[in-house]
C-alpha cells in the first residue's frame, strides 16, 4: 500500500531524505532567502520565483511517510498530551495527528467542498492562479521566518477559498471518548469513519477502546484498513452505510456524520449526496435509520453522541439548520438529549472587522442517553 500512496502522491526515490519528509527539503535554504524585505522591494518578482520552485518539484505540500516513518509518527501521535474536556469544553491546541491522515488519505484532497468541483486542496495547488495567491498570503499575512515553507503553503491554500475537506481531530476524538465512556475495553461504534481521524485518536488510548467503523466509500475503506494495519490496538473496519448497519451491545456510538450535499466524496450510490436530494430525504433515508440502529445496538448505559452543526451550501442562500432537527428526530426514536460539548474552533478576524474579534466560536458534540 504504501507504493501504491507514493504513486498517487508523485513521490521519487530522490524525494524520501528521511521516514518523514516533504519532498522540497532540497530548497529550503532557497526558500529561506525570499523574506519580507524582499518581497516588499519586489512582489511580483518574489512570487514568481516562489511559484517557479514549487512548479519544479510538483508536489502538494503536505507531509509525507514512509511505511517505517507512518509507524513512528503513530507512536509519537500516541504519547502526545492533549487538552481534554472540561466543563463540556475542549480547548484548541488538539492538532496532533492530522498529518497522518492528509498523506494516508489522498482522497480527502481531491474531494469537492459544497460539490463545486476542482476545489480541492490538490486542485488549488495546480492551479497557477491559487497557487500564487496562496504564495501572497504566506508573506502578507504571516511574521517570522520559513514564510513560504510546504506547511506554510498548504495552511494558505485553505485560505485561498475558504472550503475545505476537514478531517475530524484525532485528539478530540480521544478526549471526548475518554470523557463519555471512561471504562476499559468499550466498546466504540463509529457510524461514519470517514479519513481516520476518529480510528487513530481511539485507538490510542490508553482505555484499549474496541473500535468499529463503518464507511461505504470504497477508497476510504482501503485506506482505513491500511492505516489499521499499523495501529498498536486496530479496530474493526467495515464497508457498509449507517442506515442498514446494525450494531450489538455498544456503549457509545460517536461520529460525525456526512452532510446529505455540503461535500462529494465519490460519484458510489452509497453516498448521501448522491442517494437523498433534499434535506427531507437525507432526515427519513438517513439520519432516522442510522438513529434507529444505534438506539437497538445500544447497551442500557450506552450513549449515542454527534458532532453536527447548521451549514451554508452553494445551493441556496439561506442556511441548512440541522442541529434542532437533529435533536427532535432523536427525540422521536427515543432518545433523551443529554447537553452538548463545545469543540473551539479558531477565528479569523477580516481585515478591519472589529466584531469579529473575541467573539466564541465553536461546533457542538450533541450528547444523547438511551
Given at each position: 500500500m504504501i507504493n501504491e500512496l507514493h504513486e498517487i502522491w508523485n513521490i521519487k526515490t530522490h524525494h524520501q531524505v528521511s521516514d518523514i519528509f516533504t519532498g522540497y527539503e532540497s530548497v529550503y535554504k532557497q526558500l529561506d532567502t525570499f523574506t519580507k524585505e524582499v518581497y516588499d522591494k519586489d512582489p511580483a518578482g518574489t512570487i514568481d520565483s516562489v511559484f517557479d520552485i514549487y512548479r519544479d518539484i510538483g508536489l502538494v505540500p503536505i507531509i509525507y511517510f514512509t511505511e517505517a516513518g507512518l509507524i513512528t509518527a503513530i507512536r509519537d501521535f500516541a504519547s502526545t498530551t492533549y487538552h481534554g474536556v472540561k466543563k463540556d469544553r475542549i480547548g484548541l491546541g488538539n492538532n496532533r495527528g492530522q498529518e497522518i491522515s492528509r498523506f494516508l488519505f489522498p482522497n480527502m484532497m481531491?474531494?469537492?467542498?459544497?460539490?463545486?468541483?476542482?476545489?480541492?486542496?490538490?486542485?488549488?495547488?495546480?492551479?497557477?492562479?491559487?497557487?500564487?495567491?496562496?504564495?501572497?498570503?504566506?508573506?502578507?499575512?504571516?511574521?517570522?521566518?520559513?514564510?513560504?515553507?510546504?506547511?506554510?503553503?498548504?495552511?494558505?491554500?485553505?485560505?485561498?477559498?475558504?472550503?475545505?475537506?476537514q478531517n475530524f481531530k484525532p485528539l478530540n476524538a480521544r478526549a471526548i471518548v475518554e470523557h463519555l465512556c471512561p471504562v476499559m475495553w468499550g466498546r466504540i461504534y463509529d457510524y461514519s469513519a470517514g479519513y481516520g481521524g476518529r480510528l487513530l485518536g481511539i485507538t490510542s488510548s490508553n482505555m484499549r477502546y474496541n473500535y468499529t467503523g463503518i464507511d461505504p466509500n470504497t477508497d476510504t475503506i482501503k485506506y482505513l484498513n491500511y492505516l489499521n494495519t499499523l495501529l498498536d490496538n486496530p479496530g474493526t473496519i467495515v464497508q457498509s452505510v449507517s442506515e442498514e448497519y446494525e450494531p450489538e451491545d455498544i456503549d457509545l456510538a460517536f461520529s460525525s456524520p456526512p452532510y446529505f450535499n455540503l461535500e462529494k466524496y465519490s460519484d458510489e450510490d452509497t453516498q448521501c449526496m448522491?442517494?437523498?436530494?433534499?434535506?427531507?430525504?437525507?432526515?427519513?433515508?438517513?439520519?432516522?435509520?442510522?438513529?434507529?440502529?444505534?438506539?437497538?445496538?445500544?447497551?442500557?448505559?450506552?450513549?449515542?453522541?454527534?458532532?453536527?452543526?447548521?451549514?451554508?451550501?452553494?445551493?441556496?442562500?439561506?442556511?441548512?439548520?440541522?442541529?434542532?432537527?437533529?435533536?427532535?428526530?432523536?427525540?422521536?426514536?427515543?432518545?433523551?438529549?443529554?447537553?452538548?460539548?463545545?469543540?473551539?474552533?479558531n477565528t479569523r478576524p477580516g481585515v478591519g472587522n472589529d466584531k469579529l474579534e473575541g467573539r466564541e466560536k465553536y461546533e457542538g458534540v450533541y450528547v444523547f442517553t438511551k
Open positions: 481531491t474531494a469537492e467542498p459544497k460539490g463545486r468541483g476542482s476545489n480541492s486542496l490538490k486542485d488549488r495547488f495546480f492551479d497557477d492562479a491559487k497557487l500564487k495567491r496562496a504564495i501572497r498570503i504566506c508573506f502578507e499575512f504571516r511574521d517570522g521566518t520559513h514564510l513560504v515553507y510546504p506547511t506554510a503553503m498548504r495552511r494558505a491554500l485553505e485560505l485561498v477559498t475558504g472550503e475545505n475537506i448522491v442517494r437523498y436530494r433534499t434535506l427531507d430525504e437525507w432526515f427519513s433515508g438517513y439520519v432516522e435509520p442510522t438513529m434507529e440502529n444505534i438506539h437497538r445496538g445500544l447497551n442500557k448505559q450506552g450513549l449515542f453522541a454527534t458532532n453536527i452543526a447548521d451549514y451554508k451550501s452553494y445551493d441556496r442562500k439561506e442556511p441548512y439548520e440541522v442541529c434542532n432537527r437533529w435533536i427532535q428526530t432523536a427525540e422521536n426514536v427515543g432518545f433523551r438529549f443529554n447537553g452538548m460539548i463545545k469543540m473551539m474552533l
